[in-house]
C-alpha cells in the first residue's frame, strides 16, 4: 500500500495493454485507513448494543426480552447490506453514514448470539460461588460473569469484524471513503489490475484481523484456564 509501484509488474499481468497496472486516482493508505475507521465505527457500535442487550437477557428482569433482542439481531443479519444501502441513501444521503448504518446491523446476530452463549452457558457452581462471596449483581456481572464470557464475546466480535471488512466495500456505491472505490474503478474501466489490488487489501486485511483475534481468543480462554477453544 505504501509502495504499490513495487508491484507494478504482479499487476500488470492482469492489466491488458495500455492499462495502467497499479491504481493512480488516490492514496491507497488513505483508502485503507478510510476503510478500517469505519468497519472499527460500526462494529464498536454494533458491540455495545449486542453486549449489552446479552447481558439485560441473562438478567432475571430481563429474560422477557430475549425473543425481542434475538428478533433484532436476527433482522439486522438477514437484511441485506445493499438493501439497507438502498433504504438508508434518501434519509440520510449518500456517504459514510448509510455504510455504517448496514455494517452496524450485519455485525449484531454474531456478537449477541456468542455474547449469550458465554453468558448463559457459565457453570451454576461459579455464580453460586460469588453470591457465597457476597459480591453484588454488578460486581458479579464486573469481576466474575463477562471475563469468564469474554473468549465467546472475541470469537462473536472476529466474526463480525471479518465480515464488515469484506461488506464495508459496498459503501464505495454510496460514496463511503473505502476500498471498493478500488474494485470499482477497476470494474467501470475494465481493469483486472485494479479490482485484484483491491481485493487482495481487503482479503489480507481480514485475515490478519481474524488471525489478531484468534490470538486474543487463545490468550483469554488460557488466561482463565478453559483451555484453547476451536472456532
Known amino acids: 500500500m505504501i509502495r504499490p509501484g513495487d508491484f507494478d509488474f504482479f499487476?500488470?499481468?492482469f492489466a491488458r495493454p495500455g492499462q495502467v497496472a497499479v491504481y493512480n486516482q488516490g492514496s491507497l493508505v488513505s483508502l485503507t485507513l478510510s476503510h478500517l475507521a469505519i468497519v472499527f465505527a460500526a462494529i464498536t457500535a454494533s458491540a455495545l448494543l449486542?453486549?449489552?442487550?446479552?447481558?439485560?437477557?441473562?438478567r432475571p428482569f430481563g429474560a422477557e426480552f430475549l425473543p425481542v433482542s434475538r428478533a433484532i439481531a436476527?433482522?439486522?443479519?438477514?437484511?441485506?447490506?445493499v438493501a439497507v444501502l438502498?433504504?438508508?441513501v434518501p434519509i440520510l444521503g449518500f456517504g459514510t453514514t448509510p455504510t455504517l448504518v448496514a455494517l452496524f446491523l450485519y455485525g449484531l446476530l454474531p456478537i449477541f448470539e456468542n455474547s449469550l452463549t458465554g453468558l448463559a452457558g457459565l457453570p451454576p457452581a461459579v455464580t453460586e460461588a460469588a453470591k457465597g462471596m457476597?459480591?453484588?449483581?454488578?460486581?458479579?456481572l464486573m469481576r466474575v460473569e463477562l471475563p469468564l464470557a469474554l473468549p465467546l464475546i472475541l470469537s462473536?466480535?472476529?466474526l463480525s469484524t471479518t465480515i464488515a471488512?469484506?461488506?464495508?466495500t459496498i459503501g464505495s456505491t454510496v460514496a463511503a471513503r473505502t476500498l471498493g472505490e478500488v474494485i470499482i474503478a477497476g470494474l467501470q474501466s475494465g481493469n483486472t489490475a485494479f479490482v485484484v489490488q483491491g481485493g487482495l487489501i481487503v482479503g489480507a486485511l481480514a485475515?490478519?484481523?481474524?488471525d489478531g483475534f484468534t490470538a486474543l481468543e487463545r490468550w483469554q480462554w488460557r488466561a482463565i484456564g478453559g483451555g484453547e477453544q476451536s472456532g
Not at 436476527?74 to 447490506?81: D, E, K, S, V
Not at 457476597?134 to 458479579?140: D, H, I, K, Y
Not at 485475515?207 to 481474524?210: K, T, W
Open 165 to 168: 471488512l469484506s461488506t464495508a
Open 156 to 158: 462473536g466480535l472476529r
Open 50 to 58: 449486542a453486549v449489552g442487550l446479552a447481558i439485560l437477557v441473562t
Open 11 to 13: 499487476f500488470s499481468l
Open 134 to 140: 457476597g459480591m453484588t449483581p454488578l460486581q458479579r
Open 74 to 81: 436476527n433482522i439486522g443479519q438477514t437484511f441485506p447490506p
Open 86 to 88: 438502498a433504504l438508508c
Open 207 to 210: 485475515l490478519l484481523i481474524h
